[in-house]
């Protein structure tokens, strides 16, 4: 079975801040691949990041940053110096390859609040 | 990125009514379509994986005659929700995944239904 941890429910914090977002999945597939998604108010889910299991590089990309490790299980999500704009849910999901083949197993999900 | 569409974006219907909701692959082939359904404020949990041309897998607890999938063509899945009630009242996503990318999903903008 797969299981994707998001412990932190709500996070506020204030424009120029750095929020970090924490994601601790389970799985008994050797091959895997985590996401993570932004849902804006609208609902459309944005696709942020995927990375494979066997890429454990770190990755940064604007004022989002990405901290994978495998010892510990986790995917954490940085955002640097937030702004308004980032005000949403984040989700971060698992997605297998053996009977999970294509299956998404989505964390909980965390709200970010940005206030000016 | 591949886009998804639905339609309709959102719909309002009387208790008792079926409600047909379409999801498509613009710009890609999607062997394999999913269909996730999200309550407010809560993730989303995956209702059922379908392929092209054959029957739709459900997830347990997902009644496979209260919602109907096809997937008739590798563009097109629809999820008709049969005599809908108001608990079925929710956020419908899809996604689909293209031939020979896998794990490398596109979601639709999601379907919001609300039965009266």
């Known amino acids: 079975a797969q299981k994707v941890t998001q412990a932190q429910t709500e996070i506020s914090v204030v424009e120029k801040e750095d929020v970090t977002l924490d994601c601790v999945y389970e799985?008994?597939?050797?091959?895997?691949?985590l996401f993570w998604y932004k849902q804006p108010p609208s609902g459309e889910l944005v696709f942020l990041i995927r990375?494979?299991?066997?890429?454990?590089q770190n990755e940064i990309s604007g004022r989002y940053s990405w901290n994978f490790q495998k010892s510990t299980s986790s995917f954490n999500f940085t955002i640097t110096a937030s702004q308004v704009v980032d005000s949403a849910v984040y989700f971060c999901a698992l997605s297998g390859s053996t009977d999970s083949w294509g299956k998404f197993q989505f964390g909980a999900g965390t709200q970010v609040v940005v206030t000016p | 990125g591949a886009v998804v569409s639905q339609h309709p974006s959102w719909v309002i219907c009387k208790s008792g009514t079926s409600v047909k909701i379409e999801c498509r692959s613009l710009?890609?082939?999607?062997?394999?379509m999913f269909w996730y359904r999200q309550f407010p404020k809560q993730s989303l949990m995956l209702m059922a994986t379908s392929n092209e041309g054959s029957k739709a897998t459900y997830e347990q607890g997902v009644e496979k005659d209260k919602f109907l999938i096809n997937h008739a063509s590798l563009t097109l899945s629809t999820l008709t929700v049969t005599s809908a009630h108001p608990e079925d009242s929710s956020f419908y996503i899809c996604?689909?995944?293209?031939?020979?990318?896998?794990?490398?999903?596109?979601f639709g903008p999601g379907t919001r239904l609300t039965v009266l």
């Open positions: 710009d890609f082939q999607a062997t394999t």
């Open positions: 990375r494979n299991s066997f890429d454990e």
């Open positions: 799985t008994r597939d050797t091959t895997y691949y």
């Open positions: 996604s689909g995944e293209g031939q020979g990318r896998y794990n490398e999903q596109f």
